[in-house]
């Protein structure tokens, strides 16, 4: 007699009436609903914190500012304007914590010329600037810009329920939402940056990709260098995964030249201070005006910068981890047969190196920078391996 058929527990559990109960309550069809409710509860309770409790976070007052320079060009008034936008809205510690919490916040809250020079680092994500106008009517800025995180997250939770039936792996949601939370997905709906909107364009994209629809997935890809210049990094990364899994190479290698020439005159019309002002700016040491700032290039700065970046990111996220825990189970697929379709291999791949590649090109540590990489990869790993939990296997 086993040690479970011992207990009472166990007795219960393998008389007729409950084998009989265990048996309906991990049938299938229930257990995928199971998954699917799990992770559209998450996904709606993440929402609606992110309405109710809004992260009002730096970036947002410099994107909100950055909204208002089509009709403001005096960097008084500007910053007046963009102050008053934020103070309506935010409680009395956030507001605090905005204006005098570090002495960079201080001196952006007390020097309107340092202020506006800061913008030049925001203008680039133009896509999410004309949103933010164009929501500004209807909204407002501050509000436009909560909505600009809440509604792309709860597209991106619908995005991956959709994804999962359509693999016949909705058990995996129960793998899949506590990576997501782990990977930052529940702090970037609350901060009213343009991370969800990317990740948004950028999960349809590697959904498109999956589904073998190419010019689908490479336009969405395409497009998502206006909402973040920086995301050409995921299209290199599909391109050379083109190359080494005998895709067809001239529409990414087109779709990558394209994104570059926009991203080359985006940085040039929004005046984007360059590749190593920015770095040095964000990774190596901050700058209370930008206004000019060109320091010369210095390798031993550089490689502080990237110290920094690794130290941080090892300490403080989790995305080196999760990376990490991913590509082990890449490779059991793959040893396993498991992968499926070959698309699934190259799109793992892409997202693997597009992770290492976009620390390499640019060494912040926050998770958020990760997320479309992360949270990608684990669709496309979740999808291929189909976990069950009634029973039968996977098919």
């Not at 086993?2 to 009989?20: A, C, M, N, W, Y």
């Amino acid at each position: 007699m086993s040690s479970l058929q011992q207990s009472l527990i166990g007795r219960v559990l393998t008389s007729p009436p409950g084998d009989g109960f265990v048996r309906r309550l991990t049938q299938r069809g229930l257990l995928d609903r199971a998954g699917a409710l799990f992770l559209l509860l998450g996904v709606l309770a993440t929402a609606a914190y992110g309405l109710v409790r809004p992260d009002y976070n730096w970036d947002m007052v410099a994107y909100i500012a950055t909204a208002l320079e089509n009709r403001i060009d005096d960097a008084e008034a500007l910053h007046a304007e963009t102050w008053a936008r934020i103070e309506a809205g935010a409680d009395e510690t956030r507001e605090y914590h905005l204006k005098y919490s570090n002495p960079y916040n201080l001196n952006q809250w007390e020097n309107p010329a340092d202020f506006q020079s800061q913008l030049s680092m925001y203008r680039v994500k133009v896509a999410y600037v004309a949103l933010l106008r164009l929501l500004e009517p209807l909204t407002g800025l501050a509000t436009g810009a909560i909505l600009l995180s809440v509604v792309p997250s709860l597209c991106v939770g619908l995005l991956c329920l959709w994804w999962l039936w359509r693999a016949e792996a909705l058990q995996g949601a129960f793998f899949l939402l506590p990576l997501l939370f782990l990977a930052d997905y529940f702090r970037m709906t609350s901060a009213a940056v343009p991370d969800m909107l990317l990740a948004l364009v950028s999960l349809s994209a590697v959904y498109a990709l999956w589904r073998g629809r190419m010019w689908l997935g490479y336009s969405l890809l395409f497009a998502s260098v206006f909402v973040r210049p920086d995301n050409i990094i995921l299209i290199f990364a599909v391109l050379i995964a083109a190359v080494l899994f005998n895709w067809r190479k001239l529409p990414i290698l087109f779709t990558f030249l394209a994104a570059l020439a926009a991203c080359l005159v985006i940085s040039k019309v929004g005046g984007h201070p360059g590749w190593w002002a920015h770095f040095y700016f964000s990774c190596v040491e901050i700058q209370n005006s930008m206004a000019g700032f060109d320091p010369d290039f210095s390798l031993l700065a550089m490689i502080r910068g990237y110290m920094r970046g690794v130290v941080v990111a090892l300490q403080f996220n989790d995305w080196p981890a999760i990376l990490a825990v991913l590509t082990g189970g890449w490779a059991l697929l793959a040893r396993h047969g498991r992968l499926g379709e070959p698309r699934a291999n190259a799109l793992a791949f892409a997202l693997a190196i597009g992770t290492l590649g976009k620390f390499a090109s640019f060494p912040l540590p926050d998770d958020r920078f990760y997320f479309v990489f992360i949270a990608g990869m684990a669709l496309v790993l979740v999808a291929s391996w189909k976990p069950r939990f009634d029973g039968t296997g996977a098919r």
